[in-house]
């Protein structure tokens, strides 16, 4: 063993990086890196990267077995099975890893051959960048896609709509990027992945810290929104759900031992860390797995899938692949009704069906039960009762048209009979949202963001974009910690009526034998919405009990929209307070003013060192909401500026000439929320304005006075 002076130790690495300099400096081109990257080379890369991607999927389907065959699931195992990608999603994930998993082999190439300097991208011809495209799967991407010459429907999917870019808004493409990822390494690695990392001159602080220093609230400490009911907090979740759905990763769907154990950040483990006072520190941290990415063949930057169609379609009714659409029909007739349960109805009421597929997590939410989670067009039906009850409303009312265009055109078949039910509810979906939620959300700043309709424009991108995914998760602050059913009279429904919430989480059997889904709707027309204030974030029932059915602690829902912030490269607070044209406080005294409350700011301050670093959720949830709305600044920004690309960029939007003719179009305003729950439910006593807080019985009118959507317009001669 030699030994070395500290000085000539010194010299010796100096040397060697001179050395490594002139191997990989100036006389080094990147067309001389051919040797290093020869298409066989690259082509046994790949076939190890498909390898190692498939031998992750196929331990992470056994894992989900062996947690269905032991009967037991933790919270983790519930959220994680729901966003499982399932289908053309799955395969557009695994390709998607595929290409990572190749790049990440590469990078160690090319470190391990001294051209550490050197981006994969610049040591890649075009002629490999084609081939890693084609090998992983990748190039179905740019396949080109052909579309009839003229549809008087949409596709299921969303292709087509746009007729220039034929896949622009479609199912299991990328998010729109609205503002560069930012990433550790620049491609794919979250911020905050590698510990002690300086972001601005601050290390990031842990989320967990964050949600419990800033979101936390006591549940007994949330305060009423005295405006709105919680059919206005149910009825964001049903839109967010039809626009944008983000899976897991298949290579982590069901988390593996070491995302328990570890909190090392080994992709697609990225776990949450508890800080030394939280009172969770016990644990190691909890379990978080990243969303599946899309192929990126571009730049080979990681972005985040939407499994489902951009726009708003009710693809929470029919899907958002063809295969899935065919799965819902009823397959016995062709009359083009959507499948109902065969086992229970709700009093002779339709339900919907099961999921018997093998992944149905809901048999463990009761196990005496063995009730499986429900179908629908959205695999999220489940996730909570209130959601569950407006897929069986929506499931009906499609029934209804159906019949009800039978007996007007009695030469229709079944597919037209499906069309155009379908037509009509996504119709339907499109003017409550727009006509009736908004407004309430934006408040006085609607009309900036979402002027009066002009008209389709095909040079608009529609697609939902990243930052509006996270952004529209607002919503979790308007959240009730307790579920509200009400019987007839509209008083709580027993033992039943009055249930913390994490109890109503994938148990779709407390529909089928505690009242149906009547209770749930009268819960939520005359329950209050919980009212998003700087000090009542999140209540204590999202914060440290979600999905907590068994005696595993719960998630921390704050905590998780965080880190998913960070895991999609998001830019933070600041920058997006940039791109929307607002300030951009860069001290105390500046950030206290655009927040109106000193002791808030404080705090931010103390917990990432620099307005830079404050992550997108957590500072626009903490603005004070604009004048008669619900949100602040900058998500009215975002949230209004997504709308109105969804509107004018729908080559379908029901407003648009030619789409519905002017009678048609007279009969779609008279519908309401109130007329679609008193048409497929037993209530015979609503508000006009479901969305607003209304009291029983003086703001309750008879269905008999709510207005009818006349057929009449849909008849046509044989």
């Given at each position: 063993m030699f030994h070395f002076s500290p000085g000539i130790k010194l010299g010796?690495?100096?040397?060697?990086?001179?050395?490594?300099?002139?191997?990989?400096?100036?006389?080094?081109?990147?067309?001389?890196?051919?040797?290093?990257?020869?298409?066989?080379?690259?082509?046994?890369?790949?076939?190890?990267?498909?390898?190692?991607?498939?031998?992750?999927?196929?331990?992470?389907?056994?894992?989900?077995?062996?947690?269905?065959?032991?009967?037991?699931?933790?919270?983790?195992?519930?959220?994680?099975?729901?966003?499982?990608p399932v289908g053309r999603t799955r395969s557009a994930a695994?390709?998607?890893?595929?290409?990572?998993t190749t790049l990440k082999l590469l990078r160690i190439k090319l470190q391990l051959s001294g051209k550490w300097r050197y981006n994969v991208t610049d040591v890649l011809s075009r002629k490999q960048k084609k081939m890693i495209s084609t090998e992983t799967g990748c190039s179905y991407q740019t396949h080109p896609i052909k579309c009839p010459e003229s549809d008087k429907y949409r596709s299921i999917s969303g292709e087509c709509n746009n007729r220039k870019v034929s896949h622009l808004g479609s199912s299991n493409r990328a998010f729109a990027?609205?503002?560069?990822?930012?990433?550790?390494?620049?491609?794919?690695?979250?911020?905050?992945?590698?510990?002690?990392k300086m972001f601005n001159g601050f290390p990031l602080p842990l989320v967990r810290k964050v949600s419990n220093e800033i979101a936390f609230t006591a549940d007994e400490k949330i305060t009423h929104d005295q405006d709105l009911s919680l059919a206005f907090m149910h009825w964001g979740q049903w839109v967010t759900h039809d626009i944008e759905f983000t899976p897991v990763s298949g290579a982590g769907m069901n988390p593996s031992p070491q995302c328990r154990s570890s909190c090392a950040f080994k992709p697609p483990c990225f776990p949450i860390k508890f800080p030394t006072d939280d009172p969770r520190s016990s644990q190691s941290c909890m379990p978080f797995i990243q969303s599946a990415s899309v192929c990126n063949t571009r730049t080979f930057t990681r972005e985040q899938l939407n499994a489902v169609s951009s726009f708003l379609d009710a693809s929470t009714v029919y899907g958002s692949e063809d295969a899935v659409a065919k799965s819902i029909r009823n397959q016995t007739n062709q009359l083009g009704l959507l499948a109902v349960n065969q086992n229970f109805t709700d009093e002779g009421l339709e339900l919907l069906p099961f999921d018997n597929s093998a992944t149905s997590i809901c048999i463990l939410s009761n196990k005496t039960m063995n009730i499986p989670c429900f179908k629908a067009g959205d695999r999220r039906v489940s996730e909570n009762l209130g959601l569950s009850a407006l897929h069986t409303v929506f499931l009906r009312q499609h029934n209804r048209l159906v019949k009800q265009l039978k007996k007007l055109n009695p030469?229709?078949?079944?597919?037209?009979?499906?069309?155009?039910?379908?037509?009509?509810?996504?119709?339907?979906?499109?003017?409550?949202?727009?006509?009736?939620?908004?407004?309430?959300?934006?408040?006085?700043?609607?009309?900036?963001?979402?002027p009066p309709y002009r008209g389709y424009k095909k040079n608009l991108d529609p697609r939902i974009s990243n930052v509006f995914a996270l952004a529209f998760r607002f919503?979790?602050?308007?959240?009730?910690?307790?579920?509200?059913r009400l019987d007839d009279n509209y008083q709580p429904l027993g033992s039943f009526g009055h249930i913390p919430l994490r109890f109503s989480l994938s148990a779709p059997w407390r529909i089928l034998t505690e009242g149906g889904i009547d209770p749930l709707i009268r819960g939520m027309v005359l329950s209050h919405a919980k009212v998003?204030?700087?000090?009542?974030?999140?209540?204590?029932?999202?914060?440290?009990h979600l999905f907590e059915q068994t005696q595993v602690m719960g998630l921390d829902l704050a905590a998780l929209n965080l880190q998913r912030g960070r895991d999609h490269g998001l830019p933070g607070y600041i920058a997006w307070r940039q791109f929307c044209g607002l300030s951009q406080p860069e001290n105390l005294k500046e950030l206290s003013k655009v927040l109106g409350n000193y002791e808030q700011a404080k705090k931010?301050?103390?917990?990432?060192?620099?307005?830079?670093?404050?992550?997108?959720?957590?500072?626009?949830?903490?603005?004070?909401?604009?004048?008669?709305?619900?949100?602040?600044?900058?998500?009215?920004?975002?949230?209004?500026?997504?709308?109105?690309?969804?509107?004018?960029?729908?080559r379908f939007w029901w407003e648009r000439r030619g789409i519905f003719t002017p009678q048609q179009l007279r009969a779609l305003r008279k519908i309401s929320l109130s007329r679609l729950i008193c048409d497929n439910t037993r209530i015979k006593k609503i508000p006009r304005e479901v969305f607003k807080v209304n009291s029983y019985p003086e703001d309750f009118l008879d269905c008999k006075e709510i207005d009818k959507l006349n057929l009449s317009p849909w008849e046509e001669e044989p």
């Open positions: 010796i690495i100096l040397l060697g990086f001179i050395i490594t300099l002139c191997l990989v400096g100036t006389g080094d081109s990147f067309a001389d890196n051919s040797e290093m990257l020869s298409d066989s080379s690259l082509r046994k890369s790949i076939k190890k990267a498909r390898k190692m991607v498939d031998m992750a999927y196929l331990q992470s389907r056994r894992n989900l077995k062996k947690t269905l065959e032991e009967n037991f699931a933790s919270p983790m195992d519930f959220l994680k099975i729901l966003r499982d695994r390709f998607a890893d595929y290409l990572e990027r609205w503002l560069p990822g930012l990433y550790e390494d620049g491609f794919s690695v979250p911020r905050g992945a590698t510990a002690g030469h229709w078949d079944g597919e037209k009979l499906y069309q155009e039910s379908r037509k009509i509810i996504g119709a339907i979906v499109q003017i409550i949202t727009y006509r009736d939620y908004l407004p309430l959300l934006l408040g006085e700043e609607t009309s900036k963001w979402i919503g979790h602050t308007t959240i009730q910690p307790f579920l509200s998003m204030k700087q000090n009542q974030l999140l209540p204590e029932e999202l914060q440290n931010f301050m103390k917990l990432y060192g620099t307005t830079e670093n404050i992550d997108l959720w957590i500072g626009a949830i903490s603005e004070p909401a604009v004048p008669q709305g619900r949100v602040g600044p900058l998500l009215a920004c975002i949230i209004g500026t997504q709308f109105r690309k969804l509107r004018d960029g729908d």
